[in-house]
């Protein structure tokens, strides 16, 4: 079983429409969590954080569930430059600080 | 923000010849980077930790003799691929994380693209 879990999609929905992410995580000691947007043969870039409290950033929404090990996006009235590979990340701070990528869930937005 | 330096960003090598990938932390230093490798329609798997001044971390399966990592300084790691084969066709992708910036700290290298003929 991997660390983190994604669904692949792909995702294809129309402009304007709202579109949500899940992601679970196996290790119950992972401390922070992350979502990262990749574009094709691109770096992934952060998108925002999750906290337990939710997170807000414009049309984007980010929350996470500890005792579920769950973490989602809400992406609304979605645009067609939303479209990119969206990567779960959870990090871990030990003697061998990780950084854990999802296998990432494509998403194509349609005119 | 922290910016990390990658190059070169795309490499056309030969079968059986050597590739040095360099990642340089322009305006912060970092004790440790790491090394990721993507396939076509994957996602990034961690390769290795580097660590300044000690031996790098290898991840389960990764050959260390392969995928040579120094980090001789605190700005700077290399990533040799040695002896490469088409199979080490990949994209590979350097980070590290900016002290100052706590949890958010990790920033990524722009890639380098590696196609071996």
């Known amino acids: 079983r991997k660390e983190v879990e994604q669904d692949p999609g792909p995702f294809n929905v129309p402009e304007g429409a709202t579109v949500a992410f899940n992601c679970t995580y196996s290790?119950?000691?992972?401390?922070?969590f992350f979502w990262y947007r990749q574009d094709c043969r691109k770096e992934p870039k952060l998108l925002m954080s999750?906290?337990?409290s939710g997170n807000e950033d414009g049309r984007f929404t980010a929350q996470l569930n500890r005792a579920s090990q769950y973490i989602s996006l809400l992406i609304r009235d979605s645009k067609l430059s939303d479209s990119a590979t969206y990567l779960c990340v959870v990090t871990r701070y030990s003697s061998a600080s990780k950084i854990i990528f999802g296998s990432g869930t494509r998403l194509s937005i349609r005119p | 923000g922290a910016v990390v330096s990658q190059h070169p960003s795309r490499v056309i090598c030969k079968s059986g010849t050597s590739v040095k990938i360099e990642c340089r932390s322009l305006d912060f230093q970092a004790t440790t980077m790491f090394w990721y490798r993507q396939f076509p329609k994957q996602s990034l798997m961690l390769m290795a930790t580097?660590?300044?001044?000690?031996?790098?971390?290898?991840e389960q399966g990764v050959e260390k003799d392969k995928f040579l990592i120094n980090h001789a300084s605190l700005t700077l790691s290399t990533l040799t691929v040695t002896s490469a084969h088409p199979e080490d066709s990949s994209f590979y992708i350097c980070s590290a994380r900016d002290p100052r910036a706590g949890i958010y700290g990790y920033t990524f290298g722009s890639g380098t693209r590696l196609t071996v003929v």
């Open positions: 580097s660590n300044e001044g000690s031996k790098a971390t290898y």
């Open positions: 290790n119950s000691a992972s401390q922070s």
């Open positions: 999750v906290y337990s």
